[in-house]
């Protein structure tokens, strides 16, 4: 890192995330599609590079939010299929089809907006018709859909390439009853697809959870989000994964990404100095304590002033203070020799010790996609093996 001109940087690992690829191509039935969602940023991975990994990997599907997600990785000169999973506004439209992306699309207005602009482009645009199965958030069912349908016939510009749904309900729990009443639901509103005359379209419906703990979730295309990059969906979808197949971590997902800095200054302090914004800590010795530059602003939740810890020296050196925009204040009293410009973890291993985004994240109160996601795009990517 000697040459490097940043203070703190993510780590990726090209192995890692192999290994968790190769995991759920293991996984899925031959003709299923893995497709690997790689929105806000590829859960702060580093979208543009996580998109090399996967097509190293040979994966042929991307799914982003956004328009500008997909045209960022269109400019990269990546040509995989991108399928957007977020809405679109009509004025994104014209881009969606110069660049042959493939659209969530679940309104007859936006269905004709597409048609038109198709036409006068003499192109075809592949939309992926949302159905709403209980989680009740995109997608339509029911009259809405059969009106929808009516307006699809007429469109001579548009393919219905894909229908999906999504799960509310699978990464909360072990019981998986409001995962099969979504199921029959979306299976009763594809029959009514099929019986309007269309065919050929794909089916997916499956998220991480899914994919790993729910075969017949697959139909013909997998969303896989989180647990590319090594992490699981929650605790229960690790508990049904082993309660099933019986083994530990270290043979499933390993983690991708690992966060490090380095510490920017080492004082000592006496019994009773308070330390950062709001005197929220005082010593009761005298202490050695280290700054380092990173923050709030960098992805590192306000809520571990007091509550978190990093590595250094491969041991653990709890935060001490309130968690400023871009500093962090930690103590060191008892790690022997720490100076200036030792290496810090955040998230990842050091020594025989090993920080987890789940660890992170219930000192925050929140999901480690949440840690993950947060992580600024402002800290450069370091690909690693
Ligand atoms: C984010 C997202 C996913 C991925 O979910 P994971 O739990 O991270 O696998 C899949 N499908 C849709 C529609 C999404 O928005």
């Excluded at 939309?127 to 709403?132: D, G």
């Excluded at 229908?163 to 009763?188: C, G, L």
């Excluded at 997998?222 to 994964?241: H, M, N």
């Excluded at 083994?247 to 990404?257: F, K, R, S």
Aim: proline share 2%.
């Amino acid at each position: 890192m000697s040459e490097a001109l940043y203070s703190s940087w993510i780590e990726i690992s090209r192995s890692a995330y192999r290994k968790n690829i190769e995991f759920f191509k293991g996984r899925l039935n031959a003709g299923t599609e893995l497709a690997v969602v790689i929105k806000a940023n590829a859960y702060g991975h580093g979208m543009v590079e996580i998109a090399h990994f996967a097509d190293e990997c040979g994966i042929r599907v991307f799914c982003v939010h956004s328009i500008d997600e997909a045209l960022i990785l269109r400019k990269h000169g990546f040509t995989q299929r991108i399928v957007v999973v977020g809405p679109t506004i009509k004025r994104m439209a014209k881009a969606a089809v110069e660049n042959d992306i493939e659209v969530l699309c679940c309104d007859p207005e936006y269905l004709h907006n597409y048609d038109n602009i198709a036409k006068s482009l003499g192109k075809t645009v592949n939309i992926h018709l949302k159905i709403e199965t209980g989680t009740n958030r995109q997608g339509i069912a029911g009259q809405v859909l059969i009106a929808f349908i009516e307006e699809l016939k007429k469109c001579t510009n548009v393919k219905l390439r894909a229908v999906y749904s999504h799960f509310a309900n699978i990464e909360d729990t072990t019981d998986h009853s409001y995962a099969r009443f979504q199921i029959e639901r979306f299976k009763r509103e594809i029959s009514y697809i099929r019986e309007a005359g269309f065919s050929g379209f794909d089916m997916h419906f499956a998220s991480s959870a899914a994919a790993t703990i729910y075969n017949n979730t697959h139909f013909n295309m997998v969303r896989l989000g989180i647990a590319q990059y090594g992490l699981w969906p929650s605790k229960e979808t690790y508990l049904s994964y082993i309660i099933e197949h019986g083994h530990g971590p270290e043979h499933i997902l390993t983690p991708v990404l690992s966060w490090k800095t380095v510490i920017g200054q080492v004082k000592t302090i006496k019994a009773g100095d308070f330390v950062g914004y709001g005197c929220s800590h005082q010593m009761t010795r005298d202490s050695k304590i280290a700054i380092i530059p990173i923050g709030y602003s960098d992805g590192y939740d306000r809520k571990l002033s007091n509550q978190g810890y990093v590595l250094v020296h491969g041991k653990r050196a709890p935060v001490i203070g309130r968690i400023a925009m871009n500093l962090t204040t930690i103590d060191v009293t008892d790690i022997p020799d720490v100076k200036a410009e030792d290496e810090v973890v955040l998230i990842g291993e050091q020594g025989d010790q090993i920080i987890r985004a789940e660890q992170v994240a219930a000192l925050a109160g929140t999901i480690n996609y949440e840690v993950v996601a947060r992580l600024s795009d402002r800290i450069p990517k370091v690909v690693v093996d």
